[in-house]
Nanobody, 126 residues
């Protein structure tokens, strides 16, 4: 398993941008599918974006598709999520997650992630 720590959350105005970062430790990062999830108050945690082990395949939930970029650096053991044109409904705690899995494409949203960070709050408000 990997240990994950998120950073980069904060307050941003609607229409703004934010980049979240996830730093990993452990030996399996470069073999792991990675993803971002989020949980808004009173709602279930939902998949936001995923990236396969090599970085060659990504997948986004419909609500952020076209507004988000996910990337990873296996040498640095980091992953990032850039969110643009932020909306109030993007307000949530964002979690970084990892799965020792060779999933790609839409399957990134369906596999079981077994390593999680502590989360970082993103608030979109005027």
């Amino acid at each position: 398993q990997v240990q994950l720590v998120e950073s980069g959350g904060g307050w941003v105005q609607p229409g703004g941008s934010l980049t979240l970062s996830c730093a990993a430790s452990g030996d399996t990062f470069s073999s792991s599918a990675m993803a971002w999830f989020r949980q808004a108050p009173g709602k279930e945690r939902e998949f936001v974006a995923g990236i396969n082990w090599s970085g060659g395949s990504t997948y986004f939930t419909k609500s952020v598709n076209g507004r988000a970029t996910i990337d990873r650096d296996n040498a640095k053991k980091t992953m990032s999520l850039e969110l643009n044109s932020l909306k109030p409904e993007d307000t949530a705690v964002y979690y970084c997650a990892a799965a020792l899995d060779r999933a790609y494409g839409s399957s990134l949203s369906r596999i079981r992630y077994n390593s999680w960070g502590q989360g970082t709050q993103v608030t979109v408000s005027s």
